[in-house]
């Protein structure tokens, strides 16, 4: 299956503070991101909570934590909503649920609908583009990285 992540209005989007991209990481547009436990901007793998999404598509070089230190540009989490692609068909008995991330791969993340551990992402729509399709979703952040304090990690 194909996936497909992209936003679904960012125009209203605050940009992150900037933050360190880890060496060689990959960003693609609207990949969920997170700031790993040395402080490093990475794309958040499954569990993980989720501080923006990417606004670009570039891949960290070799040494950027120490020669070149860019800090690429991401949507801060809140309130930003992004197509996705599920797991399985969606259903309307979805929308306002929970879900988590199935898949970590930069540019191709699928959402997980039925096995939810973390309540990484809520889920705000269906087809959003009303083209019959049952697979393409509408998330945002349940719980930004930054509001997580003094919880256990999943």
Not at 1 to 13: C, K, T, W, Y
Not at 58 to 86: G, K, L, W
Not at 106 to 118: N, Q, T
């Amino acid at each position: 299956m194909a996936s497909i992540q992209n936003f679904l209005d960012e125009g209203g989007a605050k940009v992150g503070r900037p933050v360190i991209a880890k060496n060689s990481e990959a960003f693609a547009k609207a990949d969920p991101l997170t700031i790993d436990s040395s402080g490093w901007l990475v794309h958040a793998g499954i569990g993980d909570r989720i501080v923006g999404w990417s606004l670009e598509d570039i891949t960290a070089s070799a040494t950027n934590q120490t020669v070149a230190m860019y800090c690429p540009c991401y949507a801060e989490a809140r309130d930003v909503e992004v197509v996705m692609t599920a797991d399985q068909a969606a259903v309307q008995a979805d929308v306002g649920g929970y879900a988590d991330i199935a898949t970590a791969t930069s540019g191709a993340y699928v959402v997980d609908l039925v096995s939810i551990a973390s309540g990484q992402l809520f889920v705000t729509q269906i087809d959003p583009y009303n083209t019959g399709t049952t697979t393409q979703i509408v998330v945002k952040v349940a719980e930004n990285q930054a509001d997580a304090y003094a919880q256990a990690a999943p």
